[in-house]
C-alpha cells in the first residue's frame, strides 16, 4: 500500500506533515509519499532527525513538485492551473494508481474540487462530502456532511445516509448503523424546508436502501453513543462542527484553569491527571482524525488545517485503516447494484 | 415588582415550579405570583414544607386558573382557545401590568406565538427571537436566535445584533458588545445565502445603528470570551444550542466515568472534586438561566422545559434583573429613534 500525502498542505506544513510521516512509518505497514518540493523536504528531514530521508526508512520517499496551492488561492483556478502543485500531482497520482489513499490538509475548496474533478465522483452520488468523526460516549460520531455542500436537496442528505451505512459497516463492522437526520426537534414535522422533505425522502427509502434511519436527532442527544451517523447540509453539519470544536476548546481552558486556581488544588490535582487526559481526549475531535470525502472513487483524507505533527501521524494511521477496510470499493460496489435496479 | 411564574409550565411542574419559587422568594426583592390550579399549588406547598403559603412569604401568592397548555397541543389553537390556562392568563396580566415579567417552561411554540399574539412585538422589530445564555471563557455568549424563527431574512439578523447590543449594554454594562454573525467562515464571500446578504447589511447599517459588528464568528472561536453576541437564524442557532448541549451531557458523564474508572483514581479525585464541579458549572448551559425573548413590550422568560428547582430558582433571579436593569423599556426607546430617522 502506498499512502500520498501532500507535505506542503496545511497550517504548519512541511515540518509537522514531515515529522508526522517519520513518527508514523513505523507504526504501519504502508509506503509514504511525501509530496512537495524535494530541497526543502530533504533539508527538514535532516533538521529533523539528521539522517537522510532513505535511512529513516525505506518506505519513505518523495515525489518532487514545484508549485503550492496557497490557502487564498480560488479552488477551481488553482487546479487547472498550478499543474505541477503538490496537491494536483497527488490527485493524478491516486487516479493513476500510483498510490492507495491522499492526504492532504491544505486549501479545504481546491481540496474538494480536485478530487471531484480529478479523481470523479462515484456513479450514483450526485455530492460527494465531507464525514467528520467526533467523539461520543464510549464511541464515535460520524458527521456528514461536515462542510463541503453549503446547499444540499433531500436525495443529498440520502445518499449521505447510504455512503455512512457502508463505510460505518466496513470500518467498524456495525451491522446496522443507526442513522439520524440532524434536526431542532424529533417530530417529524419540525424543522425547515430541507430536513421536512429529506425525513420523508428518509423514511420512503430507507428499508429498500437499507438504511437503519432512525428519524430525527438533536444535537443533545447525538452524542449518547447510541447514534452512529447524522446527516445534513454541509452548512448545517459544519456549524455543528464548529460549536463542538469551539466547546472543545472551552473545556481545555477552564479545565486548566479550575484546576490550577491555587496551590492546593494544583497538587492534589496531579494524581487526576490522566484522568483529565482522558477527558480532555475524548473531547477533542481532532483526535479522531481527518475528515474522509466520501463519494469519489478512491480515498481522500481531509486533515485538518491546523493539524500538529501528532494529529499528521494519527491521520496517517487512519487512513491506511480506511484503505484496508476498502470501504470506497464496497461504496463503488453497492451503488452500482443500487444503479442496476 | 412582581414576577408571574407558570407554575404549570415544563417537565417537572409543578413541584419544580414551585420548590424553585419557595427557594428563591428569600433571595429576591420581588413578589412572586405563582399562576395555576390553586387547589394542586397549596397541597404541593403544604405537602414540601408543611406549611400554607402565607407562611412561606407574603411576597408569595396564586393566581388560580382552570386550565393548562400541554407539550402536544398545537400553539395558536392553544392560545386561542385555552383562555383559562396558565400561560394566557400570565400573559393578560403581564399586558395589563399585573406582573413585570412572566416566567415559563411550557410549550415553546404556545409561548413563543401567546407573546407576540397578547404581548405584542415592539415597534420597528419584525421578529421577536429567543436570546439564549451560553457559557464562555470567563464570560457568556449570547446566541439570537436559539429558536424562535426557523427561517429568517437579513433584516431580521441586522434587529438581533441591535437587540442583544441594546440588552448587553444595559445588562451587563458593556458599552460597545462584540457583535459577531455566525458563520462557517470568517471571509466575507462564506456561508449560504442568508449569511452572505446578512453579512453585507450588517456592513452597511453597523455604524449608524451603534452596532459593534466584528463580522462572521465561527463556532471555535465563539466561546473565545472575545464575542459577546452572535447573530444567526433560529434553525441554524437551535443546532448550535444543542451542540453545545449535547456535548455538555458527554463532558459531564466523561468526567464522572474517567474519575470512578478506579479506586485509585476515585480516592485521588477526592481533593479535586470543587474544580471538577466549577467545570461542570461553566459548561452546564442551563446554569447560565432561561432564554429571554427579546422583541416584545415586556420582559418574557422562556425556562429549560426540562428545568428542575435549582434551575426555576436561577431563572427567577435573573428575571428580576431583567425587569431591574429595564432592558426592554430601553429597547422600545431605542428603536421608537430609529424609527423615527
Redesign the interface.
Known amino acids: 500500500m502506498k499512502i500520498l500525502l501532500d507535505a506542503m498542505g496545511g497550517d504548519n506544513a512541511p515540518d509537522a506533515t514531515i515529522k508526522g510521516a517519520i513518527n508514523a512509518i513505523n507504526q504501519i505497514e504502508a509506503e509514504i509519499i511525501l509530496i512537495g518540493n524535494e530541497d526543502i523536504i530533504r533539508k527538514k528531514v535532516k533538521e529533523i532527525c539528521n539522517k537522510e530521508l532513505e535511512e529513516v526508512s525505506d518506505r519513505l520517499s518523495i515525489k518532487n513538485t514545484t508549485e503550492t496551492i496557497e490557502m487564498e488561492d480560488t479552488p477551481t483556478l488553482a487546479i487547472k492551473h498550478k499543474k505541477d502543485s503538490s496537491m494536483v500531482v497527488g490527485f493524478k497520482m491516486l487516479k493513476q494508481g500510483e498510490g492507495d489513499v491522499f492526504i492532504s490538509a491544505g486549501n479545504s475548496g481546491a481540496l474538494l474540487t480536485g478530487a471531484t474533478l480529478l479523481v470523479g465522483r462515484i456513479k450514483g452520488i450526485d455530492r460527494p462530502a465531507l464525514a467528520g468523526i467526533l ?3 464510549n464511541s464515535r460520531l460520524l458527521l456528514i456532511d461536515s ?1 463541503a455542500n ?2 444540499c436537496k433531500p436525495i443529498n442528505l440520502l445518499q449521505f445516509a447510504q455512503m455512512s451505512t457502508i463505510y460505518l459497516r466496513n470500518t467498524f463492522g456495525i451491522e446496522k448503523p443507526a442513522i439520524g437526520l ?1 434536526n ?1 426537534g424529533t417530530e417529524e414535522t419540525k ?2 424546508e430541507l430536513t421536512k422533505e429529506s425525513y420523508k425522502l428518509l423514511k420512503e427509502k430507507s428499508e429498500e436502501l437499507g438504511i437503519n434511519f432512525v428519524g430525527n436527532v ?7 453513543g447510541k447514534i452512529d451517523a447524522i446527516v445534513t447540509d454541509g ?2 453539519g ?14 481545555k ?3 486548566k484553569e ?2 490550577l ?1 491555587n496551590i ?2 494544583k497538587i ?2 496531579i ?2 491527571l ?3 487526559e ?2 480532555q481526549k ?2 477533542d475531535y481532532k483526535s479522531y482524525g481527518g475528515a474522509l470525502f466520501l463519494g469519489v472513487k478512491k480515498p481522500v483524507v481531509k486533515a485538518h488545517g491546523s493539524s500538529d505533527e501528532t494529529l499528521f501521524e494519527f491521520t496517517i494511521k487512519q487512513a491506511e485503516n480506511f484503505v484496508k477496510n476498502k470501504a470506497v470499493d464496497k461504496m463503488i460496489e453497492e451503488f452500482e447494484k443500487v444503479n442496476k435496479n
Open positions: 467523539p461520543a460516549h462542510g453549503t446547499n440532524l431542532i424543522g425547515n438533536e444535537g443533545r442527544d447525538a452524542f449518547s452548512f448545517t459544519n456549524i455543528f462542527l464548529k460549536a463542538v470544536e469551539g466547546i472543545g476548546r472551552l473545556v481552558v477552564s479545565l479550575n484546576f486556581k492546593f488544588t492534589a490535582a494524581p487526576s490522566p484522568a483529565i482522558g477527558l475524548s473531547m
